[in-house]
Nanobody, 124 residues
Framework: EVQLVESGGGLVQAGGSLRLSCAAS????????IGWFRQAPGKEREGVSC????????FYSESVKGRFTISRDNAKNTVYLQMNSLKPEDTAVYYC?????????????????WGQGTQVTVSS
């Protein structure tokens, strides 16, 4: 059974940090690119960051570039999203997803497997 399980969300003040984790199982993790997406109430799902399977290259949306860092540990089948300098507009449910693509994509329809999400709330 394929599973992606997010953890690490919570409530933090503006300027603070959180580290999200995405633990994967049930598929060949090394072959999949992993992305982080977020969705705030009343808004569309937004691609935040991704890390490729092939060479570990990364990509960030403009809204988080310089503040968030994605990394993957293939030995642990886990991807992390370190979020620093958090802003109230970062408040959303954060999802990780897996895509069988060679590169790195922030397009949600490219992704085959999804986690259930973890809530991140940033207070002002």
């Amino acid at each position: 059974e394929v599973q992606l399980v997010e953890s690490g969300g919570g409530l933090v003040q503006a300027g603070g940090s959180l580290r999200l984790s995405c633990a994967a199982s049930g598929f060949t993790f090394d072959d999949y690119g992993i992305g982080w997406f977020r969705q705030a109430p009343g808004k569309e799902r937004e691609g935040v960051s991704c890390v490729s399977s092939s060479d570990g290259s990364t990509f960030y949306s403009e809204s988080v570039k310089g503040r968030f860092t994605i990394s993957r540990d293939n030995a642990k089948n886990t991807v992390y999203l370190q979020m620093n300098s958090l802003k109230p507009e970062d408040t959303a449910v954060y999802y990780c997803a897996a895509a069988l693509v060679s590169g790195c994509s922030l397009v949600y329809i490219d992704y085959e497997y999804w986690g259930q999400g973890t809530q991140v709330t940033v207070s002002s």
